[in-house]
């Protein structure tokens, strides 16, 4: 009998059809590991900014204010129960734009200039009473928008000492600049057409400046956002007590206000631990209780979902990434699945709507950073949130 020689062209194909598959699996299964890797790296990242805050605080008195991308200061805004045009309640609607993208940087690392926090390098000279170098004292009363012009750092005395850097740069990559209008020392209103979070660049970037706002990316390159809990005006040391009073607007009666870190909706954890639940609700003029912005549970009394956990209302502040689809959607956490993302682009700047219902106007020209753009058609809320790291601190 003839021996047999050689494989047939069945058995090659098999082989290689058996090898193309093996590699395919090895290569998702790398990518799976990958994307394990940058969001361990992100959330171990954002730990390290909580516990930084914590130090910060413990040396200034209060927690790092808001700034804006110009690194000018974000005031605090008076809780109202009044609403908005679109028939939501003005401060809840303003409450999700109260975050801030070059505050961690400058306040945890010291990022600024000698002209900018009163020391050169990382570190910065003690900001003061008002958190901004007194640039809210200079510009004409606490609530205007204190510029980065009008800031006077104090270097001597009991407030001039060298603060931080209270984070270590471990990683050069952590830390990127926004576009910067080099003429008229401002930010220049690049963002991230993918995102429609503001463009970050690096060292090796043409687009790079030195002199820009800092902000610390997470492992994607995105920037990563801070919150605060809200404070009176004027006071980023003072607090509203439980049952706080507000002033009357056209709301008939009195009312009473509790701040809490679950007013933020982009903080609410995705899925909520048992014995963790808890319903947030705020009640507008009308009398009705609004849990988010969603359409569930839309009805005479009570409008959105109001779910929370104990964790984010016992919270005083918070970070929050966009993940690998480097998405946030902000009117609420809840999945809506099939539920369009759109219609909610036509504010203008980075923390304004640009209209008398601002805190400020920057005059910059570009959608609400952080809102996914009609054009990208985001179809679900579950695609753009599901897979953000938050970081919450007490």
């Given at each position: 009998m003839r021996g047999r020689h050689g494989f047939t062209l069945i058995e090659i194909l098999v082989t290689i059809g058996i090898i193309v598959i093996l590699i395919g699996l090895m290569v998702v299964a790398a990518g799976a590991a990958r994307q394990g890797a940058m969001r361990s790296t992100t959330a171990m990242r954002m730990t390290a900014m909580?516990?930084?805050?914590?130090?910060?605080?413990?040396?200034?008195?209060?927690?790092?204010?808001?700034?804006?991308?110009?690194?000018a200061g974000i005031p605090a805004v008076e809780p109202t129960r009044g609403l908005g045009s679109g028939g939501y309640p003005k401060y809840l609607e303003v409450i999700q734009g109260r975050y801030s993208y070059t505050s961690p940087a400058e306040y945890l690392l010291g990022t600024g200039s000698e002209a900018q926090d009163g020391h050169d390098g990382l570190g910065l000279r003690a900001p003061g009473e008002d958190g901004w170098w007194d640039a809210s004292f200079n510009d004409g009363g606490t609530s205007g928008r204190p510029e980065l012009s009008d800031r006077r750092p104090r270097t001597s005395g009991a407030r001039g000492e060298v603060m931080g850097p209270y984070l270590e740069l471990d990683d050069p990559d952590m830390l990127g600049a926004l576009g910067w209008d080099i003429d008229n020392a401002r930010w220049d209103g690049s963002v991230d057409p993918s995102t429609g979070q503001p463009a970050v660049y690096f060292p090796s970037d043409p687009q790079f400046v030195q002199d820009a706002p800092k902000v610390i990316v997470d492992a994607w390159g995105s920037p990563i956002r801070y919150y605060r809990i809200n404070h009176p005006p004027g006071s980023p040391g003072g607090t509203y007590p439980a049952g706080y009073q507000p002033p009357q607007d056209s709301t008939a009666g009195t009312w009473r206000y509790t701040p809490s870190m679950a007013e933020v909706f982009v903080l609410r954890p995705w899925e909520v631990q048992t014995g963790e639940s808890v319903n947030y609700w705020f009640s507008d003029m009308n009398g009705v209780?609004?849990?988010?912005?969603?359409?569930?549970?839309?009805?005479?009394?009570?409008?959105?979902?109001p779910t929370s956990s104990s964790t984010l209302t016992s919270a005083?502040?918070?970070?929050?990434?966009?993940?690998?689809?480097?998405?946030?959607?902000?009117?609420?956490?809840?999945?809506?699945?099939?539920?369009?993302?759109?219609?909610?682009?036509?504010?203008?700047?980075?923390?304004?709507?640009g209209g008398s219902e601002s805190w400020y106007d920057d005059g910059v020209s570009v959608n609400w950073l952080g809102r996914p753009r009609d054009s990208q058609q985001v179809t679900a809320t579950e695609e753009a949130n599901s897979d953000n790291i938050v970081e919450i601190g007490r």
């Open positions: 909580g516990q930084a805050v914590t130090r910060f605080e413990a040396d200034a008195g209060y927690l790092p204010p808001l700034l804006d991308n110009d690194r209780k609004w849990g988010d912005f969603s359409p569930g549970g839309a009805d005479t009394e009570f409008r959105g979902d005083r502040f918070g970070f929050v990434s966009s993940g690998a689809n480097r998405r946030i959607y902000d009117w609420s956490r809840r999945d809506e699945p099939g539920l369009p993302i759109s219609a909610l682009t036509n504010w203008i700047g980075d923390h304004s709507d």
